[in-house]
């Protein structure tokens, strides 16, 4: 066995970092896997998902931007709420994320595609009064729901249990308490009532 050199040894312990970029699998194209489905649910799949994918990367964000910015008299509470939700949503995120890489699909990934892609209404950059925040988290939820819900028939049609699963169990099962919960704050009620 040859003996090995000090040169040696610190040449293999050098990272080599300075490599030529290549992309290995262009956007919009599948790989071949074993997963007994045909390309065609795969892609759909893929490309619901994807669009379900950035939207809920924003929504994700829209948390995060309204809990730092939250104000009123039930700061605290939607303070705490709020980033729950955003932990939920980062949840979801990452499921939707492998769901497409599983299917042999790219998930998007990078904030300059989400900001794209996206179907929800970007906000200001300013900071909106709570009813503004709860109405726009209560519509990019909307819009997700009917996504998951025309994506899991679909999904069902074309024999993809595997997408049809993570929209009904993980995503809309996600999403519809979260509705509650947030829609039950822009209710019009006394907090406290003087008995006459």
Not at 93 to 104: N, P
Request: with cysteine.
């Amino acid at each position: 066995m040859a003996k090995k050199t000090a040169a040696s040894t610190s040449t293999e312990a050098q990272p080599q970092y300075k490599v030529e970029y290549r992309e290995i699998q262009p956007y919009g194209t599948l790989k071949d896997l074993p997963i007994a489905l045909d390309n065609n649910a795969r892609k759909q799949s893929v490309e619901t998902l994807n669009q379900v994918l950035v939207d809920t990367m924003t929504l994700r964000d829209m948390y995060k931007k309204h809990h730092w910015q939250m104000s009123g008299a039930t700061f605290y509470q939607l303070h705490l709420l709020l980033d729950k939700h955003y932990e939920e949503q980062a949840n979801l995120v990452d499921m939707i994320a492998e769901r497409i890489m599983a299917l042999g699909g790219i998930s998007i990934a990078m904030a300059a595609d989400v900001a794209e892609m996206t179907t929800i209404a970007r906000p200001p950059r300013g900071r909106e009064d709570v009813p503004t925040q709860l109405a726009r988290l209560l519509e990019a939820h909307e819009n997700i729901l009917r996504q998951c819900h025309e994506g899991a028939e679909a999904a069902d049609e074309s024999g993809d249990d595997g997408t049809n699963d993570l929209l009904v169990s993980n995503l809309i099962r996600t999403h519809e308490p979260q509705v509650w919960f947030l829609a039950e704050h822009l209710a019009a009620t006394e907090l406290v009532r003087a008995d006459r």
